[in-house]
T-cell receptor, first 114, second 114 residues
Framework: DVKVTQSSRYLVKRTGEKVFLECVQD?????MFWYRQDPGLGLRLIYF???????EKGDIPEGYSVSREKKERFSLILESASTNQTSMYLC?????????????FGPGTRLTVT | AQSVTQPDIHITVSEGASLELRCNYS??????LFWYVQSPGQGLQLLLK??????LVQGIKGFEAEFKRSQSSFNLRKPSVHWSDAAEYFC????????????FGQGTTLQVKP
């Protein structure tokens, strides 16, 4: 059974802290994604990676960075957490299809910044 | 620019009634279209997808969707809703190229009345 796992389901951090969200997939997928999900806004792409050490900005990259040192692992980093980064964060992966391949999602991390 | 619109933010149906969730897309090329479901506190699960062939596609859990190019629509249907179908539903379009990127609609929350 394919699997995308995220390091935490719930996380509470203080303003200004550096936050790491980890995502691991076991499907040998080239593509990995980080989204944030907010009510009424759907899923918004933060960053994606199409290969090890390769990354591209999504629609809302400000305040975030990413790291992909190994194919199976994609990390999202909040350099200095702020309250407006309180959200649900979803990680996904997919093979390098021509847009026709589905993305496989992790269970999400609900981050609260106080 | 590519976009996906789900006109209904929230829908309530009675258990046993039929369901149709609307999805409209804007995309210049042949679209790859997806419907995902998200149960409370969970990640997204693929219900079905369309990229060519028969315009009526069958998915899991008794769902189906019909692609109508003339209307730029990909509406999701189910003939008889069960209480366990209460969830949030997302329509998405896949972009051409091998990045695997998807553009998601805002989501529709389905409530099922007993």
């Amino acid at each position: 059974d394919v699997k995308v796992t995220q390091s935490s389901r719930y996380l509470v951090k203080r303003t200004g802290e550096k936050v790491f969200l980890e995502c691991v997939q076991d499907m040998d997928h080239e593509n990995m994604f980080w989204y944030r999900q907010d009510p009424g806004l759907g899923l918004r792409l933060i960053y994606f990676s199409y290969d090890v050490k390769m990354k591209e900005k999504g629609d809302i990259p400000e305040g975030y960075s990413v790291s992909r040192e190994k194919k199976e692992r994609f990390s999202l980093i909040l350099e200095s957490a702020s309250t407006n980064q309180t959200s649900m964060y979803l990680c996904a992966s997919s093979p390098p299809g021509q847009g026709r391949d589905e993305q496989y999602f992790g269970p999400g991390t609900r981050l609260t910044v106080t | 620019a590519q976009s996906v619109t789900q006109p209904d933010i929230h829908i309530t149906v009675s258990e046993g009634a039929s369901l149709e969730l609307r999805c409209n897309y804007s995309y210049g090329a042949t679209p790859y279209l997806f419907w995902y479901v998200q149960s409370p506190g969970q990640g997204l699960q693929l219900l079905l997808k369309y990229f060519s062939g028969d315009t009526l596609v069958q998915g899991i859990k008794g769902f189906e969707a019909e692609f109508k190019r003339s209307q730029s629509s990909f509406n999701l249907r189910k003939p008889s809703v069960h209480w366990s179908d209460a969830a949030e539903y997302f329509c998405a379009v896949g972009l051409s190229g091998n990045t695997g990127k998807l553009i998601f609609g805002q989501g529709t929350t389905l409530q099922v009345k007993p």
